[in-house]
């Protein structure tokens, strides 16, 4: 399974306001055979469940770290037995990740904090790449309010580079051995 790295689509829920971001990336895979029957509460649901492990410990030293700020943490949450629950309904929340917006092959997630905003972007492309192909996206933006989200941004930004596509990968792996 190939992921890489794409121009921001303009499918996306997000591209309508894109000129107010100050970063953007946008990574892509394949899902190959019967990926037309997954829903996006599936993809949603994958997202929460397919961090590599050295993704996790990461986030749980970003999390002990930010949390000396006053930043959001979401640590009083555990995305990987939450998401059981989860029916990725815009208001709902896992973590620091929020539902702010759903489509029938998108999901947004985010949070807004003092030092910055984030999106993430869940798309869902049927039949993209061929008759049983089809493809998922993970796009993310950030919005900087102030010095200290662009700070807090260039120690992840490396990280987020190389977390996203991991994490898709795992996520397409996840969705294509449960079909």
């Not at 029916?87 to 947004?108: A, P, Q, R, W, Y």
Request: glycine share 10%; proline share 3%; charged share 25%.
């Amino acid at each position: 399974m190939k992921i890489k790295k794409i121009e921001f689509p303009a499918r996306s829920i997000l591209s309508q306001g894109r000129e107010k971001f100050d970063y953007m990336d946008s990574f892509e895979g394949g899902l190959v055979g019967n990926g037309q029957n997954f829903n996006i509460t599936q993809i949603g649901k994958a997202f929460f469940t397919s961090g590599p492990k050295w993704g996790k410990k990461m986030f749980a030293i970003r999390n002990k770290m930010v949390g000396l700020f006053g930043l959001k943490t979401g640590a009083e949450t555990d995305p990987e037995k939450d998401a059981d629950s989860f029916t990725c309904e815009v208001g709902e929340c896992i973590g620091i990740f929020k539902v702010l917006d759903k489509t029938s092959n998108e999901i947004i997630l985010g949070e807004d904090d003092k030092h910055l905003d984030f999106r993430i972007s869940l798309l869902f492309d049927k039949n993209q790449g061929g008759q049983d192909e089809n493809s998922l996206t993970i796009s993310t933006t950030v919005k900087f309010h102030n010095w200290l989200g662009v700070l807090y941004f260039l120690p992840v930004r490396p990280f987020h580079k190389l977390i996203v596509p991991a994490m898709l990968k795992n996520i397409i792996g996840k969705l294509e051995s449960a079909a």
